[in-house]
């Protein structure tokens, strides 16, 4: 059964770090590209950020850029995403989301990342003082 299970998630105030993990079961996450989204309340869901499945390739939406960090721990199955500089335009639910039919860019991902098949249950950040 495939699944993904997204943990990390918490409170931090502005200017701080998390970091969100992505564990996933079922399948070898090294073999496909897989993606952060979030959602904020009463906003659409926002790509966050992709990388590849081969040569850990990245991208991320302009709002994050050197600010977040996505990679990836084959041995152990996880992906993160580490947040610095984090500001309260951050608040969110974060997804981790992949399919099993991808194995490309990080660019392919990005753009297929709302229809991708996969997705854990998302996790709660919130940047406030």
């Known amino acids: 059964q495939v699944q993904l299970v997204e943990s990390g998630g918490g409170l931090v105030q502005p200017g701080g770090s998390l970091t969100l993990s992505c564990t996933a079961s079922?399948?070898?996450?090294?073999?496909?590209?897989i993606g952060w989204l979030r959602q904020a309340p009463g906003k659409e869901r926002e790509r966050v950020s992709c990388?590849?499945?081969?040569?850990?390739?990245?991208n991320y939406t302009s709002s994050v850029k050197g600010r977040f960090t996505i990679s990836r721990d084959n041995s152990k199955n996880t992906v993160y995403l580490q947040m610095n500089s984090q500001n309260p335009e951050d608040t969110a639910v974060y997804y981790c989301?992949?399919?099993?039919?991808?194995?490309?860019?990080?660019?392919?991902?990005?753009?297929?990342?709302?229809?991708?098949?996969?997705w854990g249950q998302g996790t709660q950040v919130t940047v406030s003082s």
């Open positions: 079922g399948f070898t996450l090294d073999d496909y590209a």
């Open positions: 990388i590849s499945s081969r040569d850990g390739d990245t």
């Open positions: 989301a992949t399919d099993l039919s991808f194995q490309g860019s990080a660019d392919g991902c990005y753009y297929l990342l709302n229809d991708f098949g996969s």
